[in-house]
């Protein structure tokens, strides 16, 4: 079922896209800010306590700012695309192998916490709901083919679930889930405080912005 949920959440935001092209962004800079707030408050209640009680504090440290700067890293090849901001040209006709990639491994690496902590899916599911729509709407008004486009966010949308099915079934990930966890925490960190700071125009606070990342805030507390 968590499988199931995570791929239609993406599928669903891919055929909604094509069907209804929607133009406005504003909603969609609104739950940006939710799913900014929600993953982030998430992390911090759910995930950060627990690999601290489980490993040395600062190893578990070092492997957070590692997941921090291997965000980072990826983001210089899917041009911000896991935050909402697809920095790509639409004339572009072949397909962005490195933008693919680059969201296929973040993708991988969000399913991993998924087996030991199951509050973190509705994190990652309300996460991948609006990057799911700017994709597609990026996608659809692309030169890239359609065949390219629905390949594109099929395997998309079976990548989370690959990472939290290989955590089940590798030793080496169970093994070593507290640092492992931990650098994922680093990459939940670095794209919800940048989806935080980037879901608004000019990088302002407005009022309707604050209720949304108040309101996911609070939800995730009572989860």
């Known amino acids: 079922m968590t499988y199931f949920l995570l791929i239609i959440a993406v599928l669903l935001s891919f055929v909604f896209v094509i069907i209804a092209k929607p133009k406005r962004k504003e909603g969609l800079r609104l739950l940006l800010a939710f799913s900014g707030s929600f993953l982030l408050a998430l992390t911090l209640f759910e995930l950060l306590p627990s690999v601290y009680e489980q490993s040395d504090p600062k190893i578990i440290g070092i492997f957070i700012m590692l997941g921090i700067l291997l965000q980072i890293f ?118 919800s405080t940048v989806i935080l700071f980037e879901s608004s125009e000019g990088h302002t606070f407005n009022i309707r912005k604050l209720t949304a990342i108040v309101l996911g805030t609070v939800i995730a507390y009572f989860l």
């Open 74 to 191: 990826l983001e210089f090849f899917s041009k911000g695309a896991e935050h909402g901001h697809v920095h790509l040209n639409s004339d572009e006709r072949n397909f962005p192998w490195l933008v693919f990639i680059s969201l296929c491994i973040h993708s991988f690496l969000e399913g991993i916490p998924v087996n030991q902590n199951n509050d973190i899916i509705y994190g990652i599911l309300v996460h991948k709901i609006p990057i799911a729509l700017i994709l597609s709407i990026f996608l659809v008004g692309s030169k890239i083919s359609f065949i390219s486009g629905t390949l594109f966010m099929v395997f998309f949308s079976v990548m989370t679930p690959l990472g939290s099915f290989a955590a089940s079934k590798f030793d080496f990930i169970s093994n070593y889930s507290a640092p492992i966890t931990a650098l994922v925490i680093g990459v939940f960190l670095h794209i």
